[in-house]
Nanobody
Framework: VQLQASGGGLVLSGGSLRLSCAAS????????VAWFRQAPGKEREFVSA????????YYADSVRGRFTMSSDNAKNTMYLQMNNLKAEDTAVYLC???????????????????????WGQGTQVTVSS
């Protein structure tokens, strides 16, 4: 599975961006999908995920209420709509997909980078204050 992220850029504080991540599979169905981000000098940080069944969506506390993640299986593409962006949202955003199908879903499980087998190259988001 190859993932291609796009949509990053430079935006003013309070602005919006929509990230996309296209996959080289026929369908995202059955894969868990996620967005992570990494700022310079910091560890990779979980942003949002959709469970493999598509039934649950999880968000980091720092983005809940501002970011919305979605997935379009027909287009094999996942999205991250980011509103009310803040300077602290500045980072490289990476999309990821995982093939495991756990019996129990939890925010803790989907927030772990080790869950995901496939990673995109990342797209830079810079929020200027």
């Amino acid at each position: 599975v190859q993932l291609q992220a796009s949509g990053g850029g430079l935006v003013l504080s309070g602005g919006s961006l929509r990230l996309s991540c296209a996959a080289s599979v026929q369908t995202f169905s059955g894969y868990s999908v996620a967005w992570f981000r990494q700022a310079p000098g910091k560890e990779r940080e979980f942003v949002s995920a959709i469970s493999w069944s598509g039934g649950s969506t999880y968000y980091a506390d720092s983005v809940r209420g501002r970011f919305t993640m979605s997935s379009d299986n027909a287009k094999n593409t996942m999205y991250l709509q980011m509103n009310n962006l803040k300077a602290e949202d500045t980072a490289v955003y990476l999309c990821a997909a995982g093939s495991a199908r756990p019996l129990l879903n939890s925010a803790d499980y989907y927030s772990r980078s080790s869950v995901y087998d496939y990673w995109g190259q990342g797209t830079q988001v810079t929020v200027s204050s």
